[in-house]
């Protein structure tokens, strides 16, 4: 006997013949998962417009200092050459730095300086200098007709929130040298300088840091220019 094989609908090999309850739920279940991903795309693009990334923000460093001005004329003066000379490795950014614990520092991403610290403090200190009529300051790379070399090691540059109230911590080593002969030098000193910054929640942190360590940087100038003249005779 010969046996027909009759062609059988697509629907019956799925279990899911129309008309039949099973087929009605499979539809159902098919528009609702359908209506379920559109509706997490839609909160997803939302949620990417409502919330856009913040800008970033670029500070400068000014010494801030009490002291004034006092431009002697410039023949009388020695030509020193600022120099940075390396940074501590916590130093070695533009971003901003928070002492959050021991042993603990975060950098804040969306806030830095336009420069590195170092740089930046060399520029400030040669600014200082000639202001306070102390040296001619020379910010060219060559140290031909320089009198003297006046380096700096940036040792720290953040604000320390473990403290009450926080502050704004710099150090800086500076070494002068003689070098209108055979190298000799005349002084080598590590300064230290902290600035209260607001209590933690208040004001503008980033803001604040930037001015707190300008404030620190015009302290440990306005002692280094003091010690300078002392170490060379006012000269």
């Not at 950098?107 to 830095?112: L, R």
């Not at 209260?196 to 620190?216: F, H, K």
Request: a neutral charge; glycine letters at 8%.
């Amino acid at each position: 006997m010969t046996e027909i094989f009759r062609a059988q609908s697509p629907h019956q090999f799925r279990g899911d013949v129309p008309g039949t309850a099973l087929g009605q739920a499979s539809k159902m279940n098919f528009w609702a998962l359908s209506l379920i991903a559109a509706v997490i795309g839609l909160l997803a693009s939302g949620c990417g417009l409502s919330r856009p990334y913040p800008s970033i923000r670029s500070f400068t460093l000014e010494a801030q200092s009490d002291l004034k001005d006092q431009v002697a004329p410039s023949r009388k003066r020695l030509l020193v050459q600022v120099i940075p000379n390396g940074a501590a490795a916590a130093c070695e950014t533009r971003k901003l730095v928070y002492k959050i614990g021991p042993n603990e520092l975060s950098e804040d991403f969306y806030n830095e300086f336009t420069g590195l610290p170092a740089r930046m403090a060399a520029d400030e200190t040669a600014r200082f200098l000639e202001a306070q009529g102390v040296f001619r300051t020379e910010r060219t790379e060559t140290l031909r007709g320089s009198d003297l070399i006046l380096e700096l090691f940036l040792g720290a540059f953040h604000g320390d929130y473990t403290t009450s109230p926080p502050q704004a911590v710099m150090e800086i080593k500076y070494t002068l040298t003689d070098i209108r002969r055979s190298p000799v030098v005349l002084a080598s000193k590590t300064y230290r300088a902290a600035a209260e910054l607001p209590p933690a929640g208040l004001g503008d942190r980033p803001s604040d840091l930037a001015a707190g360590l300008a404030r620190a940087l015009g302290t440990i100038l306005a002692e280094l220019s003091v010690d300078l003249r002392t170490t060379t005779g006012g000269r």
